[in-house]
């Protein structure tokens, strides 16, 4: 067995250097045949030397290779170290394999040759970066001869050993990190372009002010993609319609707007999904190369989704291929700092750090591109000093010593690198400033404030200059080399055919730091104009860049209008952890802004907004409750605000949930109140359904019937009011309506009723999924109350799949116990009893408690099926429990039917019978007569009935054959019972 440090090493070393050979995958070092002892630490750190064998690792870049970020001192390092040349017989002072650089790292330096095990064949890149060598047919690899690619040849061959091994069906999902300017991009250039026939996407990471949009570089890969393979769109329509939905040019407006309405309420886990599907059946036909880059600027959906990809269990040829700046990610604890430390050790992902360039690197990249002063030691030495090796610096300054020798021909170059290379990369781009001419600062000022990328007419219009004036200078900088690239045009269908962007996101920080507050300020508010007129006249736009511009413009009634749009958004996209962040942000800004109605109204959707995004990804607990209670006390302020309605069904909604029935109510109160003043039908609905959910939880189903059927005039007054926008709760409130008169219905045992109104929100909720599942959770319980065992396990497993479809997470819990309830009823009791009481602790871990009562009172009749009283007799407690505690009776006349049963596996006649009784007055007091009619069948089954209960029995059946209610599915083989007990 593998050490636990060499543990998930999917490519393990073997080479051999002098007399010694490592085998990684049998954790061995051998010299001359034999065996050298060597502990696993150390061992360890002679691999990660000899992975990058000639290039200089730093001690941090150890530290993360071996004890992966855990916090290790750095007399470890040296003792590991030390271990390792007392095994090699290697002296520190005349070092034949490992070298010290003081104060730097280490490098191992001896010659290594790779062995090959003939498992997987390898190819390698000649350690002098000229040419790549092939051993495998199934990677075509071109020859090229990087002329400038300098001090990456370890890392380049792992890249193809991985794109290798993606090509045999092993995902693999890659990162190569290391500080700004450290050569990422230009690893990553050199390897794609060493492939031939490879289907490949790109997307870029980009710094926004505000929150970037969910998935941005992935749509962009995809739009990459779809542009070179028609066949891709083709595939998105088939198994990604939510993807397509994000590419409206891939599709016709009648597509989308169908799109639109099958998606209405679908959850963020379905993109997961989606993608997973279409890289599937898309590297069934060719493998995929994906190409993310600067993620420590992606939005956390996009993290999310390689997260998902990673741990996904599936065979497909496909490589994500991504590069982020380490010390920021760490620094600013971005969420890809948390996923790389739980995919790497378990193998689901491989990272490449790259350090800064060894003194002969600098030499080797001098000699490639410079005269030969610039080539001599003195001069490398110097430069590599006061650099540190930084890829960037090291060109900046080149190209800055080059620029001089051109111009005033012979100079000292050690003289120039000493007086011209800045101590950080903040004074380097300051010295870049001051070489720009007033026009040049005054246009690279604009487009800092702009943004890392820019549009020309927008500068222009800013700047009040001629567009081509703009587009002349922007040409001149990217001849240049230094401040900006050429880039495609920020969005699909900007018209505009040029479009820029900062070729460092760095050198674009520095400049906009040092404008002054106030010019920053008036450049954001008039950029956020411009960008306002532009989208007026049909330029896509995003709202957070509006929102963001107007917020550091010093304009916050205009950013609070757009945060608020951008929050909405997002939750159309899906993506409630953005809405998250946005609201956020905003609601900060709120505080700080003068009060009036505008802010006032802003705040309260903004807050309502928050509430529904809280709801999805935190579940029923304080941080909803609280969103939700502010945009309601602000409704005192705005009582006719548009989102009142959602906004106070929200909140009682969510009351409902955490089992608050008496706060809920008072929300029906204050909502009823609002419409008397307003007369808006909305008001009316959501106040009939709280009523509605509260009431039959406490058991009074004639008073929550009522108060349903409310709501019916009103439902037909709200549809042509369809355009206000309900996001999450209430997607189709006539379709929820229905179904919970028809549970209500069912409660009081007018099961035929209660089946017309389930069968007309069935005909509603055909196209909407979560309409749908809400129809299918309540037929169940109807169900369940019939004792239909068939059609509550056909029911759940409907269920299940259009929650595993279309990421319905609100649904997840409710489809595994009401299967745990069919199970018990089918052979399986164990295991039901098992499978409800796991959902009811997920669900409770949500904060939804609402209901728990019912679910327990499952879970106690799965034990008594499987005849394990005892633990039943445990979750009859808990389900009491919540009864006593929180008034919510619905479930009750069960649950002393549950508690007879017990008592009859014990032998406790008496308190069988009293069980009984009490069941027989709550069905009463709720009007439930098949649920009085079945608690007084076992009563008179029982040996201690009376005479008094056998009368009662009879009127009973008497009273419903009368009415003609002994025809109603569920009452006739019940009747049957009683009357032969009658009888007898």
Request: net charge negative.
């Amino acid at each position: 067995m593998q050490p636990p440090e060499l543990r998930g090493i999917q490519n393990p070393l073997h080479v051999r250097f002098g007399d010694f050979e490592v085998d990684e995958r049998n954790a061995l070092l051998i010299s001359n045949g034999q065996s050298v002892a060597l502990p696993p630490i150390p061992f360890a750190v002679l691999c990660a030397l000899l992975r990058q064998a000639g290039t200089l690792l730093s001690k941090h870049a150890l530290l993360d290779e071996v004890w992966g970020h855990r916090f290790v001192s750095d007399s470890v390092l040296k003792g590991a170290i030390s271990d390792v040349r007392r095994a090699l017989g290697d002296d520190s002072r005349q070092p034949r394999y490992i070298e010290t650089l003081s104060r730097r790292g280490y490098r191992f330096i001896a010659a290594t040759i790779v062995i090959n095990d003939n498992t997987v064949p390898t190819k390698q890149v000649d350690t002098d970066s000229r040419h790549v060598t092939i051993g495998v047919d199934k990677l075509e690899v071109e020859a090229v001869t990087p002329s400038l690619f300098i001090g990456r040849t370890a890392q380049l061959n792992k890249l193809y050993h991985m794109w290798e091994r993606a090509l045999q069906g092993n995902k693999a999902i890659v990162w190569v990190a290391g500080e700004p300017g450290i050569g990422k991009t230009t690893l990553i250039e050199h390897f794609v372009s060493g492939l031939k026939n490879v289907v490949s996407a790109f997307g870029q990471c980009v710094q926004h002010h505000g929150a970037g949009e969910p998935y941005l570089p992935v749509l962009e890969a995809l739009s990459d993609l779809c542009r070179r393979d028609p066949a891709a769109a083709s595939l998105l329509r088939d198994v990604a319609p939510t993807w397509l939905l994000q590419l409206p040019w891939l599709s016709t407006a009648a597509e989308r707007e169908a799109l639109l309405h099958e998606l209405v309420g679908a959850n963020p886990q379905r993109m997961l999904r989606e993608m997973a599907e279409f890289v599937d059946r898309y590297t069934e036909l060719h493998p995929l190369l994906l190409i993310t880059e600067d993620l420590q600027w992606a939005d956390h959906s996009t993290i999310q989704l390689i997260d998902y990809m990673a741990r996904r269990r599936s065979r497909h040829r496909f490589m994500w291929l991504s590069s982020f700046r380490l010390t920021e990610v760490i620094a600013l604890d971005h969420p890809l700092n948390t996923i790389r430390h739980e995919l790497r050790p378990a193998g689901l992902s491989d990272e490449i750090l790259l350090d800064s360039f060894s003194e002969s690197e600098v030499a080797a990249y001098m000699a490639a591109r410079s005269p030969l002063e610039l080539s001599n030691e003195g001069f490398v030495r110097t430069l590599h000093e006061r650099t540190s090796g930084v890829p960037l610096f090291v060109a900046s300054i080149a190209n800055e010593v080059l620029d001089k020798i051109a111009q005033s021909g012979a100079i000292d170059p050690v003289c120039m690198a000493t007086t011209t290379v800045p101590e950080s990369l903040g004074s380097l781009i300051d010295h870049y400033v001051v070489r720009l001419s007033d026009e040049r600062r005054k246009l690279l000022i604009a487009a800092a404030v702009s943004g890392i990328e820019l549009r020309t007419e927008t500068l222009s219009l800013v700047l009040g200059w001629d567009e081509l004036q703009v587009v002349d200078l922007c040409d001149e900088l990217v001849r240049e080399r230094v401040w900006l690239v050429a880039a495609k045009p920020v969005y699909e269908d900007d018209k505009a055919e040029h479009a820029y962007a900062f070729r460092h996101a760095l050198y674009r920080q520095r400049l906009y730091d040092t404008i002054t507050a106030s010019t920053r300020a008036e450049l954001h508010h008039k950029i956020g104009l411009t960008l306002e007129a532009q989208r007026a006249k049909g330029l896509t736009i995003a709202a957070t860049e509006l929102a963001s511009h107007f917020d550091l413009g010093r304009v916050p009634l205009k950013a609070l209008h757009y945060y608020a749009e951008a929050a909405q958004t997002a939750l159309l996209h899906l993506s409630p952890a953005e809405c998250m962040s946005l609201t956020e942000r905003a609601l900060k800004l709120a505080v700080r802004t003068p009060a009036s109605e505008e802010r006032c109204a802003f705040e309260i959707t903004l807050a309502t907004l928050r509430g529904v995004a809280a709801f999805h990804t935190l579940g029923a607990g304080d941080e909803t409750k609280n969103a939700y209670l502010h945009a309601v006390e602000l409704l005192s302020e705005f009582p006719q605000h548009p989102m009142a309605g959602l906004a106070l069904y929200g909140l009682g909604f969510l009351l409902y949930l955490r089992a608050e029935y008496a706060e809920a109510l008072a929300i029906v109160e204050r909502t009823e109140a609002l419409f008397i003043t307003g007369h808006n039908p909305l008001l009316v609905i959501a106040a009939c359904m709280i009523k509605g959910q509260v009431l039959m939880i406490q058991g009074q189903h004639g008073r929550a019937l009522d108060a349903l059927e409310q709501a019916l005039p009103s439902l037909e007054q709200a549809s042509a009011q369809n355009g206000q926008n309900l996001i999450g709760y209430i997607v189709d409130p006539q379709v929820t309506v229905q179904t919970m008169m028809g549970l209500a219905l069912s409660q009081l045992g007018r099961f035929s009723e209660a089946s017309n109104h389930m069968q007309q929100a069935y005909a509603r909720a055909h196209a909407q999924p979560v309409a749908l599942m809400v129809t299918i959770w309540c037929d169940t319980l109807c169900c369940i109350r019939r004792g239909d065992t068939a059609r509550v396990g056909a029911l759940a497993r409907e269920m299940q799949l259009l929650v595993e479809e279309y990421s319905l997470a609100q649904g997840k819990a409710a489809c595994r116990w009401f299967l745990g309830w069919a199970d018990a009823r089918c052979g399986k009791p164990q295991e039901g009893a098992r499978r409800i009481r796991e959902a009811y602790d997920e669900n409770l871990a949500l904060g939804m408690i609402s209901g728990g009562s019912e679910t327990l009172g499952y879970a106690a009749e799965a034990l008594i099926i499987n005849g394990d009283w005892q633990t039943a007799q445990q979750q009859l407690e808990q389900a009491l429990d919540i009864v006593n505690t929180y008034g919510e009776r619905i479930y009750l006349p069960q649950l002393m039917l549950i508690q007879a049963t017990i008592a009859q596996m014990r032998g406790e006649l008496n308190a069988e019978a009293e069980s009984l009784r009490h069941a027989i007055s709550e069905a009463q007091r709720q009007g439930a007569v098949w649920l009085e009619l079945l608690a007084l069948t076992k009563l008179c089954e029982c040996s201690v009935h009376t005479a008094e209960d056998l009368s009662e029995l009879d009127l009973l059946v008497q009273k419903l054959r009368a009415s003609g209610d002994d025809s109603e599915s569920g009452y006739t083989s019940l009747i049957e019972q009683a009357s032969n007990i009658i009888q007898i």
